[in-house]
């Protein structure tokens, strides 16, 4: 399985890490809600089809992402910087071949 | 009381990590020639350059003072050149090689704590480089990524792993590339790029 790094292009599964659901909201360290901190521990969407993830080119460039992956087909519809001003850097579109 | 350190610290004597098993003249199957050329380049200098967000082109202004280099525009993109070497491995972060040392404190200069950081690794990696005919060949062998000149030009730098040992690529000519390796792992990666050149016959210089 290739995933297409926005910096490096695409690159084995192996040198990626998954870094969690790209849903979650995390509430302010100082907040007290105790349902947004259970809600950011516990709850998932847990979709069958398309889910945005988090993944750290950790084999790489080690920059973390953003992603969208078909939970079913393992299908990656999107990729880019989890931080937004990486994204002048990208040379590599999702599922681009170079 | 003990001397007082000069200003300009001076570092020990660096030593090959590969010495024990670098022996040169020709391996292998070279019987029909000598396909690829395994040589440390033992470069005085390698640096770690990192842009905080924003200031990416101010620190490619800073290299191209300090060493000359114009780094080309894009992801990956270097330049090797008159006993220096200069590539993109992350977003605004780059490796700078010099044969020379003292390459830091030239650095340190330039890039203000404003523009980013400068992490001096010169004793930290050991540069091997792989040239020959079945350079491409021998190194496809380690890394899952493409070595074809169209997708790796010259000039340009990529990051990778061989089973968790990362490994900095840059391209230094149509059939030569440099890679850099953590010291610690140097020998174990030499190693196993002399078992892997066996078949096409080697040379270590």
């Not at chain 1, 297409?4 to 192996?14: A, E, K, M, N, S």
């Not at chain 2, 001096?120 to 792989?130: C, K, M, P």
């Not at chain 2, 990051?159 to 230094?172: L, Y």
């Amino acid at each position: 399985m290739l995933i297409t790094c926005p910096y490096c292009g695409p690159r084995d599964v192996i040198e990626f890490t998954y870094q969690g659901d790209g849903n979650r909201e995390r509430p302010q360290p100082a907040s007290q809600d105790l349902d947004a901190w259970n809600a950011y521990v516990y709850d998932r969407l847990n979709p069958a089809g398309d889910h945005n993830e988090i993944w750290q080119h950790s084999g790489g460039c080690r920059t973390h992402l953003r992603m969208v992956r078909n939970t079913v087909t393992h299908e990656i519809s999107s990729t880019g910087f989890a931080r937004g001003d990486h994204n002048a850097a990208a040379r590599h579109k999702a599922g681009g071949k170079s | 009381m003990a001397e007082r350190q000069s200003p300009e610290r001076q570092l020990p004597e660096r030593l090959s990590p590969l010495e024990p098993v670098f022996h040169t003249g020709s391996h292998g199957n070279f019987e029909h020639g000598v396909d690829v050329i395994l040589t440390e380049t033992r470069p005085g200098s390698i640096l770690q350059l990192a842009a905080w967000p924003g200031a990416e082109k101010q620190l490619i202004e800073a290299i191209r003072k300090v060493t000359g280099l114009a780094l080309p525009d894009g992801a990956g993109g270097g330049v090797a050149k008159d006993g220096k070497a200069v590539f993109g491995f992350a977003p605004g972060k780059f490796t700078v090689v010099d044969e020379a040392e003292g390459l830091a404190s030239a650095f340190a200069k330039v890039v203000t704590p404003a523009i980013g950081t400068i992490t001096d690794l010169s004793h930290g990696r050991t540069a091997i480089r792989i040239a020959g005919p079945k350079a491409e060949w021998v190194l496809a062998k380690f890394f899952a990524i493409d070595f074809a000149l169209p997708a790796f030009p010259i000039g340009a730098g990529r990051s990778t792993t061989h089973h968790d040992v990362f490994a900095q690529i840059q391209r230094s000519g149509a059939d030569q590339f440099d890679v850099y390796v953590f010291r610690s792992f140097a020998r174990s990666f030499w190693k196993a790029l002399c078992h892997a050149s066996e078949e096409v016959g080697y040379e270590v210089q």
